[in-house]
Protein backbone atom coordinates (compact mmCIF):
# COMPACT_ATOMS: atom_id res chain seq x y z
CA UNK A 1 0.00 0.00 0.00
CA UNK A 2 1.59 3.49 -0.91
CA UNK A 3 1.24 6.28 1.72
CA UNK A 4 -1.30 8.09 -0.64
CA UNK A 5 -3.63 5.05 -0.67
CA UNK A 6 -2.89 4.50 3.05
CA UNK A 7 -3.47 8.29 3.86
CA UNK A 8 -6.54 8.41 1.68
CA UNK A 9 -8.38 5.70 3.45
CA UNK A 10 -8.08 6.47 7.08
CA UNK A 11 -8.45 9.82 6.97
CA UNK A 12 -11.59 9.70 4.95
CA UNK A 13 -13.63 9.39 7.80
CA UNK A 14 -13.29 12.85 9.26
CA UNK A 15 -12.19 14.93 6.09
CA UNK A 16 -8.30 13.77 6.78
CA UNK A 17 -7.57 15.72 9.90
CA UNK A 18 -7.40 13.85 12.72
CA UNK A 19 -7.29 10.47 10.34
CA UNK A 20 -3.70 12.13 8.88
CA UNK A 21 -2.74 12.37 12.77
CA UNK A 22 -3.51 8.81 13.81
CA UNK A 23 -2.77 7.08 10.48
CA UNK A 24 -0.14 3.65 10.84
CA UNK A 25 1.82 3.75 7.45
CA UNK A 26 3.30 -0.11 6.89
CA UNK A 27 6.74 -0.82 5.40
CA UNK A 28 8.10 -2.98 3.19
CA UNK A 29 11.21 -4.74 1.91
CA UNK A 30 12.53 -1.57 0.83
CA UNK A 31 12.31 0.73 3.75
CA UNK A 32 15.04 2.58 4.97
CA UNK A 33 16.22 4.33 8.66
CA UNK A 34 14.19 7.52 8.76
CA UNK A 35 15.50 10.99 10.34
CA UNK A 36 13.23 10.79 13.23
CA UNK A 37 14.84 7.33 14.23
CA UNK A 38 18.28 8.65 13.65
CA UNK A 39 16.98 12.02 16.05
CA UNK A 40 15.84 9.38 18.91
CA UNK A 41 19.20 7.26 18.77
CA UNK A 42 20.90 10.69 19.76
CA UNK A 43 19.53 11.00 22.32
CA UNK A 44 20.33 7.47 23.55
CA UNK A 45 23.59 8.04 22.88
CA UNK A 46 23.39 10.92 25.70
CA UNK A 47 22.10 8.44 28.29
CA UNK A 48 24.90 5.76 27.21
CA UNK A 49 27.67 8.92 27.24
CA UNK A 50 25.89 9.53 31.15
CA UNK A 51 26.25 5.60 31.88
CA UNK A 52 30.20 6.13 30.78
CA UNK A 53 30.22 9.28 33.16
CA UNK A 54 28.67 7.70 36.40
CA UNK A 55 30.79 4.95 35.76
CA UNK A 56 33.68 6.93 35.94
CA UNK A 57 32.79 8.72 39.20
CA UNK A 58 32.53 5.37 40.76
CA UNK A 59 35.23 3.71 39.40
CA UNK A 60 35.11 0.25 41.28
CA UNK A 61 33.38 -2.61 40.41
CA UNK A 62 30.46 -1.67 41.73
CA UNK A 63 29.85 1.54 39.81
CA UNK A 64 30.42 -0.78 36.86
CA UNK A 65 27.87 -3.09 37.68
CA UNK A 66 25.20 -0.33 38.39
CA UNK A 67 26.49 0.96 34.97
CA UNK A 68 25.84 -2.47 33.12
CA UNK A 69 22.19 -2.70 34.75
CA UNK A 70 21.37 1.09 33.66
CA UNK A 71 22.59 0.11 30.33
CA UNK A 72 20.54 -3.27 29.63
CA UNK A 73 17.12 -1.07 30.65
CA UNK A 74 18.23 1.09 28.01
CA UNK A 75 18.90 -1.48 25.41
CA UNK A 76 15.66 -2.80 25.53
CA UNK A 77 13.83 0.37 25.34
CA UNK A 78 16.07 1.54 22.60
CA UNK A 79 15.66 -2.46 21.14
CA UNK A 80 11.69 -2.19 21.14
CA UNK A 81 11.62 1.12 18.95
CA UNK A 82 13.72 -0.37 16.19
CA UNK A 83 10.61 -3.29 16.17
CA UNK A 84 7.88 -0.46 16.00
CA UNK A 85 9.83 1.36 13.55
CA UNK A 86 10.10 -1.86 11.46
CA UNK A 87 6.50 -2.61 11.45
CA UNK A 88 5.14 1.14 10.35
CA UNK A 89 7.29 4.12 9.31
CA UNK A 90 8.57 6.23 11.98
CA UNK A 91 7.89 9.69 10.91
CA UNK A 92 4.66 9.10 9.73
CA UNK A 93 0.90 9.75 11.90
CA UNK A 94 0.75 8.40 15.16
CA UNK A 95 4.12 7.04 15.35
CA UNK A 96 5.76 10.13 14.91
CA UNK A 97 4.37 11.06 18.50
CA UNK A 98 4.88 8.16 20.01
CA UNK A 99 8.28 8.50 18.77
CA UNK A 100 9.00 11.91 20.55
CA UNK A 101 6.99 11.18 23.56
CA UNK A 102 9.30 8.58 24.26
CA UNK A 103 12.69 11.03 23.28
CA UNK A 104 11.78 13.31 25.98
CA UNK A 105 10.77 10.70 28.49
CA UNK A 106 14.60 9.11 27.75
CA UNK A 107 15.69 12.68 27.69
CA UNK A 108 14.00 12.86 31.25
CA UNK A 109 15.84 9.42 32.09
CA UNK A 110 19.31 10.41 30.72
CA UNK A 111 19.14 13.62 33.24
CA UNK A 112 18.41 11.40 36.21
CA UNK A 113 21.42 8.74 35.57
CA UNK A 114 23.95 10.45 37.28
CA UNK A 115 22.15 10.27 40.68
CA UNK A 116 20.76 7.19 40.01
CA UNK A 117 21.69 5.74 42.88
CA UNK A 118 22.88 8.41 45.13
CA UNK A 119 19.86 11.08 44.28
CA UNK A 120 21.27 14.65 46.01
CA UNK A 121 17.89 16.10 47.39
CA UNK A 122 16.08 19.27 46.83
CA UNK A 123 14.58 18.19 44.15
CA UNK A 124 12.33 15.26 42.28
CA UNK A 125 13.60 11.30 43.21
CA UNK A 126 16.11 10.81 40.31
CA UNK A 127 15.69 6.91 40.96
CA UNK A 128 11.88 7.20 40.45
CA UNK A 129 12.12 9.70 37.91
CA UNK A 130 14.55 7.55 36.27
CA UNK A 131 11.94 4.76 36.08
CA UNK A 132 8.90 6.56 35.87
CA UNK A 133 10.63 7.92 32.51
CA UNK A 134 11.60 4.06 31.42
CA UNK A 135 7.69 2.99 32.08
CA UNK A 136 6.73 5.45 29.44
CA UNK A 137 9.01 5.13 27.24
CA UNK A 138 7.95 1.01 27.51
CA UNK A 139 4.59 1.39 27.91
CA UNK A 140 3.89 3.89 25.20
CA UNK A 141 5.76 1.57 22.66
CA UNK A 142 3.21 -1.27 23.21
CA UNK A 143 0.21 1.01 23.28
CA UNK A 144 1.26 2.30 19.80
CA UNK A 145 2.25 -1.15 18.71
CA UNK A 146 -1.16 -2.74 19.63
CA UNK A 147 -2.29 0.18 16.81
CA UNK A 148 0.08 -0.46 14.67
CA UNK A 149 -0.86 -4.02 14.38
CA UNK A 150 -4.01 -2.97 12.74
CA UNK A 151 -5.67 -6.13 11.54
CA UNK A 152 -3.30 -8.79 12.52
CA UNK A 153 -4.82 -10.84 15.21
CA UNK A 154 -1.76 -12.76 15.68
CA UNK A 155 0.81 -9.23 16.15
CA UNK A 156 -1.54 -8.06 18.74
CA UNK A 157 -1.50 -10.93 20.46
CA UNK A 158 1.94 -11.20 20.81
CA UNK A 159 1.94 -7.46 22.10
CA UNK A 160 -0.47 -8.30 24.78
CA UNK A 161 1.80 -10.94 26.06
CA UNK A 162 4.48 -8.75 26.08
CA UNK A 163 2.91 -6.46 28.65
CA UNK A 164 2.90 -8.74 30.85
CA UNK A 165 6.60 -9.22 31.74
CA UNK A 166 7.11 -5.36 30.48
CA UNK A 167 4.57 -3.91 33.20
CA UNK A 168 6.08 -6.46 35.82
CA UNK A 169 9.45 -5.08 35.32
CA UNK A 170 8.23 -1.49 35.49
CA UNK A 171 6.78 -2.37 38.66
CA UNK A 172 10.09 -3.72 39.58
CA UNK A 173 11.81 -0.72 38.81
CA UNK A 174 9.02 1.60 40.71
CA UNK A 175 9.42 -0.85 43.81
CA UNK A 176 13.11 -0.22 43.87
CA UNK A 177 13.91 3.02 43.80
CA UNK A 178 11.32 3.89 46.47
CA UNK A 179 13.34 1.90 48.41
CA UNK A 180 16.70 2.94 47.61
CA UNK A 181 20.11 1.01 48.61
CA UNK A 182 20.93 -2.62 48.24
CA UNK A 183 17.28 -3.18 47.83
CA UNK A 184 17.24 -0.87 44.36
CA UNK A 185 19.88 -2.71 43.03
CA UNK A 186 18.31 -6.39 43.67
CA UNK A 187 14.79 -4.98 42.62
CA UNK A 188 16.68 -3.37 39.36
CA UNK A 189 18.30 -6.37 38.62
CA UNK A 190 15.62 -8.52 39.24
CA UNK A 191 13.45 -6.43 37.07
CA UNK A 192 16.25 -7.09 33.91
CA UNK A 193 15.53 -10.59 34.43
CA UNK A 194 12.07 -10.88 34.35
CA UNK A 195 12.21 -8.61 31.26
CA UNK A 196 14.61 -10.07 29.40
CA UNK A 197 13.73 -13.62 29.84
CA UNK A 198 9.89 -12.69 29.65
CA UNK A 199 10.14 -11.28 26.01
CA UNK A 200 12.39 -14.29 24.84
CA UNK A 201 10.19 -17.03 26.05
CA UNK A 202 6.76 -14.94 25.30
CA UNK A 203 7.31 -15.99 21.71
CA UNK A 204 8.30 -14.85 18.37
CA UNK A 205 4.85 -13.99 16.69
CA UNK A 206 6.39 -10.38 15.55
CA UNK A 207 6.95 -9.06 12.17
CA UNK A 208 9.65 -8.27 10.44
CA UNK A 209 8.50 -6.91 7.32
CA UNK A 210 11.82 -4.59 6.31
CA UNK A 211 14.73 -6.60 7.20
CA UNK A 212 16.70 -4.03 5.14
CA UNK A 213 15.91 -1.61 8.00
CA UNK A 214 16.24 -3.69 10.86
CA UNK A 215 20.12 -4.37 10.17
CA UNK A 216 20.50 -0.84 9.47
CA UNK A 217 19.75 0.19 12.34
CA UNK A 218 21.81 -1.55 14.74
CA UNK A 219 24.21 -1.13 12.41
CA UNK A 220 24.32 2.31 13.45
CA UNK A 221 23.68 2.01 16.92
CA UNK A 222 27.47 0.02 16.88
CA UNK A 223 29.04 2.79 14.97
CA UNK A 224 27.21 5.46 17.30
CA UNK A 225 28.66 3.51 19.93
CA UNK A 226 32.03 3.76 18.64
CA UNK A 227 31.65 7.05 18.01
CA UNK A 228 30.86 7.78 21.89
CA UNK A 229 34.38 6.16 22.84
CA UNK A 230 35.95 8.47 20.99
CA UNK A 231 33.81 11.39 22.76
CA UNK A 232 35.40 9.48 26.16
CA UNK A 233 38.17 10.56 25.58
CA UNK A 234 38.22 14.35 24.63
CA UNK A 235 35.89 14.86 27.47
CA UNK A 236 37.89 13.01 29.34
CA UNK A 237 40.61 15.82 29.22
CA UNK A 238 38.48 18.62 28.02
CA UNK A 239 39.79 20.53 30.99
CA UNK A 240 43.94 20.12 30.16
CA UNK A 241 45.94 21.60 27.75
CA UNK A 242 46.08 19.46 24.75
CA UNK A 243 50.05 17.65 25.08
CA UNK A 244 51.98 14.92 23.20
CA UNK A 245 50.95 12.35 24.99
CA UNK A 246 46.94 13.42 25.30
CA UNK A 247 47.24 12.88 20.97
CA UNK A 248 49.09 9.82 21.28
CA UNK A 249 46.24 8.12 23.74
CA UNK A 250 43.59 10.05 21.55
CA UNK A 251 45.54 8.47 17.94
CA UNK A 252 45.36 5.33 19.81
CA UNK A 253 42.03 5.27 21.20
CA UNK A 254 41.18 6.11 17.10
CA UNK A 255 42.56 3.04 16.07
CA UNK A 256 41.13 0.83 18.25
CA UNK A 257 37.58 1.83 17.77
CA UNK A 258 38.41 2.08 13.78
CA UNK A 259 39.25 -1.70 14.17
CA UNK A 260 36.21 -2.90 16.00
CA UNK A 261 34.42 -0.67 13.33
CA UNK A 262 36.39 -3.02 10.17
CA UNK A 263 36.02 -6.22 12.12
CA UNK A 264 31.80 -5.58 12.17
CA UNK A 265 31.28 -3.99 8.97
CA UNK A 266 33.85 -5.03 6.40
CA UNK A 267 32.23 -8.29 5.40
CA UNK A 268 29.76 -9.53 8.28
CA UNK A 269 27.49 -7.21 9.34
CA UNK A 270 26.15 -7.13 4.87
CA UNK A 271 26.70 -10.80 4.79
CA UNK A 272 24.22 -10.88 7.85
CA UNK A 273 21.99 -8.46 6.45
CA UNK A 274 21.43 -10.90 3.51
CA UNK A 275 20.44 -13.63 5.24
CA UNK A 276 18.09 -12.04 7.34
CA UNK A 277 16.61 -10.98 3.98
CA UNK A 278 16.59 -14.38 3.04
CA UNK A 279 14.67 -15.68 5.44
CA UNK A 280 10.73 -15.88 5.76
CA UNK A 281 7.86 -15.43 8.68
CA UNK A 282 8.94 -16.65 12.17
CA UNK A 283 12.13 -17.87 11.42
CA UNK A 284 13.08 -14.31 10.06
CA UNK A 285 11.50 -12.66 13.37
CA UNK A 286 13.50 -15.30 15.49
CA UNK A 287 16.95 -14.67 13.56
CA UNK A 288 16.42 -10.68 14.02
CA UNK A 289 15.78 -11.19 17.87
CA UNK A 290 18.88 -13.46 18.82
CA UNK A 291 21.43 -11.86 16.52
CA UNK A 292 20.66 -8.50 16.60
CA UNK A 293 17.99 -7.66 19.63
CA UNK A 294 20.18 -10.12 22.21
CA UNK A 295 23.52 -10.64 20.88
CA UNK A 296 23.87 -7.20 19.69
CA UNK A 297 23.61 -6.24 23.38
CA UNK A 298 27.07 -7.56 24.38
CA UNK A 299 28.96 -5.53 21.77
CA UNK A 300 27.40 -2.20 22.56
CA UNK A 301 27.98 -2.93 26.21
CA UNK A 302 31.32 -3.61 25.47
CA UNK A 303 31.95 -0.80 23.38
CA UNK A 304 30.79 1.67 26.36
CA UNK A 305 33.12 -0.26 29.11
CA UNK A 306 36.06 0.52 26.17
CA UNK A 307 34.70 4.00 26.42
CA UNK A 308 35.32 4.40 30.33
CA UNK A 309 38.72 3.08 29.77
CA UNK A 310 39.71 4.91 27.14
CA UNK A 311 38.81 8.30 29.25
CA UNK A 312 40.68 6.86 31.90
CA UNK A 313 43.63 6.73 30.07
CA UNK A 314 43.45 9.81 28.54
CA UNK A 315 43.24 11.62 32.15
CA UNK A 316 46.13 9.25 33.53
CA UNK A 317 48.47 11.14 30.55
CA UNK A 318 47.15 14.42 30.50
CA UNK A 319 46.61 15.45 34.36
CA UNK A 320 50.38 15.09 35.34
CA UNK A 321 50.02 16.68 38.07
CA UNK A 322 47.65 13.64 40.07
CA UNK A 323 48.92 10.57 37.86
CA UNK A 324 52.26 10.94 35.17
CA UNK A 325 52.86 8.98 31.83
CA UNK A 326 54.03 6.67 34.33
CA UNK A 327 51.32 6.00 36.35
CA UNK A 328 49.34 2.34 35.72
CA UNK A 329 45.48 2.41 35.09
CA UNK A 330 43.61 1.14 38.53
CA UNK A 331 42.10 -2.84 37.93
CA UNK A 332 38.90 -1.36 37.42
CA UNK A 333 40.17 0.94 34.63
CA UNK A 334 42.40 -2.05 32.76
CA UNK A 335 39.67 -4.49 33.04
CA UNK A 336 37.23 -2.36 31.22
CA UNK A 337 39.46 -1.33 28.73
CA UNK A 338 40.72 -5.35 27.60
CA UNK A 339 37.38 -6.55 29.05
CA UNK A 340 35.32 -3.59 26.88
CA UNK A 341 37.30 -5.04 23.44
CA UNK A 342 36.68 -8.84 24.53
CA UNK A 343 33.18 -8.64 25.21
CA UNK A 344 32.84 -6.76 22.15
CA UNK A 345 34.37 -9.70 20.15
CA UNK A 346 32.81 -12.48 21.87
CA UNK A 347 29.40 -10.29 20.89
CA UNK A 348 30.57 -10.69 17.32
CA UNK A 349 31.42 -13.95 17.12
CA UNK A 350 28.02 -14.91 17.86
CA UNK A 351 26.36 -13.25 16.51
CA UNK A 352 28.44 -14.52 13.20
CA UNK A 353 27.62 -17.97 14.36
CA UNK A 354 23.97 -17.50 15.03
CA UNK A 355 23.46 -16.07 11.01
CA UNK A 356 26.40 -17.59 9.67
CA UNK A 357 27.05 -21.00 11.35
CA UNK A 358 30.53 -20.20 11.45
CA UNK A 359 33.41 -19.15 13.99
CA UNK A 360 36.16 -17.05 13.02
CA UNK A 361 39.12 -18.55 15.21
CA UNK A 362 41.78 -15.36 15.08
CA UNK A 363 38.97 -13.66 16.62
CA UNK A 364 38.15 -16.26 19.24
CA UNK A 365 42.05 -16.41 20.12
CA UNK A 366 42.23 -12.93 20.86
CA UNK A 367 39.35 -12.37 22.62
CA UNK A 368 40.32 -14.89 25.06
CA UNK A 369 43.76 -13.30 24.94
CA UNK A 370 42.19 -10.23 26.02
CA UNK A 371 40.44 -11.31 28.92
CA UNK A 372 44.32 -12.79 30.15
CA UNK A 373 46.34 -9.49 29.40
CA UNK A 374 45.35 -7.31 32.29
CA UNK A 375 46.72 -9.89 34.97
CA UNK A 376 50.11 -9.13 33.15
CA UNK A 377 49.77 -5.93 32.65
CA UNK A 378 48.82 -3.98 35.98
CA UNK A 379 51.87 -2.16 36.92
CA UNK A 380 52.35 -1.12 33.05
CA UNK A 381 51.68 2.64 32.36
CA UNK A 382 48.37 3.65 31.11
CA UNK A 383 49.46 4.62 27.29
CA UNK A 384 51.60 1.83 27.08
CA UNK A 385 48.29 -0.58 27.64
CA UNK A 386 46.56 1.67 25.60
CA UNK A 387 49.22 0.67 22.54
CA UNK A 388 49.51 -3.30 23.34
CA UNK A 389 45.45 -3.20 22.56
CA UNK A 390 45.90 -1.28 19.66
CA UNK A 391 48.74 -3.28 18.15
CA UNK A 392 46.95 -6.39 19.05
CA UNK A 393 43.69 -5.39 17.26
CA UNK A 394 45.38 -3.47 14.14
CA UNK A 395 47.39 -6.66 13.96
CA UNK A 396 44.10 -8.93 13.96
CA UNK A 397 42.77 -6.82 11.11
CA UNK A 398 46.00 -6.72 8.98
CA UNK A 399 45.96 -10.73 9.15
CA UNK A 400 42.65 -10.88 8.43
CA UNK A 401 43.08 -8.81 5.68
CA UNK A 402 46.10 -11.09 4.03
CA UNK A 403 44.88 -14.93 5.13
CA UNK A 404 41.03 -14.12 3.97
CA UNK A 405 42.04 -11.72 0.92
CA UNK A 406 40.44 -13.59 -1.91
CA UNK A 407 37.28 -15.05 0.13
CA UNK A 408 36.88 -11.19 1.17
CA UNK A 409 37.46 -10.25 -2.63
CA UNK A 410 34.79 -12.66 -3.53
CA UNK A 411 32.48 -12.07 -0.53
CA UNK A 412 32.22 -8.12 -1.54
CA UNK A 413 32.04 -8.29 -4.88
CA UNK A 414 28.96 -10.70 -4.48
CA UNK A 415 26.71 -8.02 -1.82
CA UNK A 416 28.04 -5.41 -4.44
CA UNK A 417 26.16 -7.17 -7.28
CA UNK A 418 22.92 -6.99 -5.04
Not at 21 to 33: F, N, Q, S, W
Not at 122 to 146: E, F, Q
Request: proline fraction near 4%; aromatic fraction near 8%; charge should be neutral.
Amino acid sequence: MSRETDTASTGAADGGGRGRLARIVPTDEAHGVTTLELFFDLVFVFAITQITTLMAADLGWQGCLRGLVLLSLLWFAWCSYSWLGNQAHADEGILRGAYILAMAALFVVALAIPEAWGDEGGGVSAPVLLAAGLAVVRLTHLGVYAVAAAGDVGLRRQVLRTAVPVGVSAGLLLVGAVLGGPAQTAFWALALVVDYTGIYAGGADWRLPAPRHFAERYGLIVLIALGESLIAVGVGVGHLPVTVPIVGAALLGMAVSVALWWAYFDVVAPVAERVLRKREGNDRVRLARDSYTYLHFPMVAGVIYLALGLKKVALYVGDTDHYGLAAPLPPTALWSLYGGVAAYLLGHLAFRLRNLGTINRPRALVAVLLLLVPLALGRVPALAALAVLAAVLVALIAFEVVRYADARASVRAELAEH
